[in-house]
């Protein structure tokens, strides 16, 4: 079982930055591929971005390349998403989530997930 809480989210004009992060329970991090995904109201959860346990895989959506960045620090059992130069349609609640070992991009394949922090981007 794997418990995961995120925290950093807030208010920010649009071109600032904001880092989210997601602490997570339990002492085999290294062996979970954590992934970012965000949901609007009214709107489907997307994939935002992934990496593999290890850090050597990581992969993002075509939306959010070259603005926000993934890493993850398996000592202090925690994965972050950097986000900068943010839009107003960046605006939503993002969630972590964990899947054992593979690293994915949909939201199916995932089995846990954080309860989210909300992001909102003023224009």
């Known amino acids: 079982q794997v418990q995961l809480v995120e925290s950093g989210g807030g208010l920010v004009q649009a071109g600032g930055s904001l880092r989210l992060s997601c602490a997570a329970s339990g002492r085999t991090f290294s062996t979970y591929a954590m992934g970012w995904f965000r949901q609007a109201p009214g709107k489907e959860r997307d994939f935002v971005g992934s990496i593999s346990g290890s850090g050597e895989k990581i992969y993002y959506a075509d939306s959010v390349k070259g603005r926000f960045t993934i890493s993850r620090d398996n000592a202090k059992n925690t994965v972050y998403l950097q986000m900068n130069s943010l839009k107003p349609e960046d605006t939503a609640t993002y969630y972590c989530?964990?899947?054992?070992?593979?690293?994915?991009?949909?939201?199916?394949?995932?089995?846990?997930w954080g309860q989210g922090t909300q992001v909102t981007v003023s224009s």
């Open positions: 989530a964990a899947r054992f070992l593979t690293v994915g991009v949909s939201p199916d394949w995932y089995d846990y």
